[in-house]
Nanobody, 128 residues
């Protein structure tokens, strides 16, 4: 059974940092391109960042570019999201996801429909 379990969320003040982790089990992480998405109350889920299977390529939403860094440790079967200079508008539930096996990284990395394994999410709250 595939499981993606996020951790590292919490309540921080604007300008502070958090590091999210996503531990995978039941799948070999290095076989999948991975992504982070977020959803704020009353809003649609939005793409945050994605990383290719070997970390050779990354993509970011414009809203987080320069502040967030996605990375992975395939040996530990774990995905990360380092979030710096957090803003109140970053408040959301953050979820990690694995792209459909065999998907070519690139044009579809930001499209949730191309991910077929999802974690439950971890809450990030940024107070201003």
């Amino acid at each position: 059974q595939v499981q993606l379990v996020e951790s590292g969320g919490g309540l921080v003040q604007a300008g502070e940092s958090l590091r999210l982790s996503c531990a995978a089990s039941g799948l070999t992480l290095r076989a999948y391109h991975m992504g982070w998405f977020r959803q704020a109350p009353g809003q649609e889920r939005e793409f945050v960042a994605a990383i290719s299977w070997n970390a050779g390529s990354t993509q970011y939403a414009d809203s987080v570019k320069g502040r967030f860094t996605i990375s992975r440790d395939n040996a530990k079967n774990t995905l990360y999201l380092q979030m710096n200079s957090l803003k109140a508008e970053d408040t959301a539930v953050y979820s990690c996801a694995a792209q459909t096996y065999g998907t070519t990284f690139g044009a579809v990395a930001a499209e949730a429909s191309h991910y077929n394994y999802w974690g439950q999410g971890t809450q990030v709250t940024v107070s201003s």
